[in-house]
């Protein structure tokens, strides 16, 4: 090391060496470099470093690699809402993804089939909603990143087989959602005191209820159910092979997601209907004239509204006016 450094880069040299993470290393080292002089007498030390940094770069990169295999568990939402079908193996829960979307997760007999989740778009009326299959929740490996991605989504679908004791499958699937801090939003006011916990609203499917030959299954399953608040779920019967219910299904999502759909028209013309606003429920004027655009958040003058709440179709509304599914609004500024 030449002995004719300035201070400032001796300093920065002993924090380099005594840096340990490799974010930090490279972050030190690239400070040092920046701090050595340009001249003859440097140039053997800076190409020396230079060729080091680039090392720790790319041993880094190679770091990265690993974690974004974990990213597929990081999905961005897209459409009305994220919605994840989560529960045992062999429930059907790729089956139900395969039939609801234009995704096409492997389907197979045999346990332990899906390993990494798999989103895709299913349409209900005129919005399209995120539909992810999921690997199996399972006590003997719980994988921390499904657990997040589960955290992260606005609706839980817990799929149960009718076929195959499905109190069992649902009981299991509460208590270890619940011991990684998941717990069902109706829950919520009991749950009040404990700290840190994620309420998402949950909905059961009863998969496998192929025809009419399981609703007795289904009618018990239902009875049990009721008979311990913390497993009485919203539920319904459902089945990916014979499709039974899977239109009932599409509306509980969008029920269960609390949203409302709301088509903008500009003054004059006629409105756009084929692309609605998603908005959740309860939303207002200003906060549908937010998501058109920030000007229109900035700058609303007046709305006309016309829909189910208002007294006359175009009628004038204030800001917090509150809007309901399907109105037309028209904004000026
Ligand atoms: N009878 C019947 N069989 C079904 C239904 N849905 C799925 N299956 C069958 O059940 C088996 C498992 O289906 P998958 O969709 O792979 O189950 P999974 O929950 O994704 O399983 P893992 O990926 O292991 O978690 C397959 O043989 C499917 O054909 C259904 O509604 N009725
Ligand atoms: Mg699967």
Excluded at 70 to 91: C, H, M, W, Y
Excluded at 130 to 159: A, G, H
Aim: hydrophobic share 40%; charged share 30%; net charge neutral.
């Amino acid at each position: 090391m030449p002995t004719n450094l300035p201070p400032e880069a001796i300093e920065a040299e002993k924090r380099y060496r005594a840096a340990r993470s490799p974010a930090e290393k490279i972050a030190c080292l690239e400070e040092f470099i920046g701090l050595i002089p340009k001249h003859k007498g440097t140039d053997k030390l800076r190409a020396n470093l230079r060729r080091r940094l680039s090392k720790l770069k790319a041993s880094s990169q190679v770091r990265k690699g690993v974690s974004t295999r974990d990213s597929a568990f990081r999905i961005n939402k897209e459409g009305a809402g994220q919605v994840v079908l989560v529960g045992p193996t062999n429930v059907g829960k790729s089956a139900l993804v395969a039939a609801l979307t234009n995704a096409t997760p492997q389907v197979a007999p045999s346990p332990y089939t899906t390993w990494a989740p798999t989103p895709g778009m299913m349409p209900v009326e005129d919005i399209q909603v995120q539909l992810i299959d999921t690997p199996p929740l399972d006590r003997e490996y719980v994988k921390p990143e499904l657990m997040n991605l589960i955290r992260r989504s606005d609706l839980i679908l817990l799929v149960v087989d009718l076929q195959t004791d499905p109190l069992q499958q649902l009981e299991d699937t509460i208590a270890l959602l619940e011991e990684y801090r998941i717990v069902p939003r109706r829950l919520q006011d009991r749950y009040a005191d404990r700290p840190r916990l994620t309420f998402i609203p949950l909905f059961v499917l009863a998969n496998k209820n192929d025809d009419e030959t399981f609703d007795e299954n289904f009618e018990i399953f239902c009875e049990l159910l009721k008979e311990n608040s913390e497993t009485d779920c919203p539920l319904l019967p459902v089945s990916a092979t014979t499709g039974r219910n899977l239109e009932r299904l599409k509306q509980v999502v969008f029920e269960q997601l609390e949203i409302i759909r709301v088509y903008s028209k500009a003054p004059g013309k006629e409105p756009d209907l084929d692309a609605p606003f998603v908005l959740k429920k309860g939303s207002t004027v200003a906060e549908f004239a937010g998501k058109v655009h920030q000007d229109f958040y900035e700058n609303l003058k007046s709305a006309r509204v016309w829909g189910s709440a208002t007294l006359y179709d175009g009628q004038m509304v204030r800001r917090d006016h509150v809007l309901q599914d399907g109105d037309v609004v028209e904004l000026r500024i």
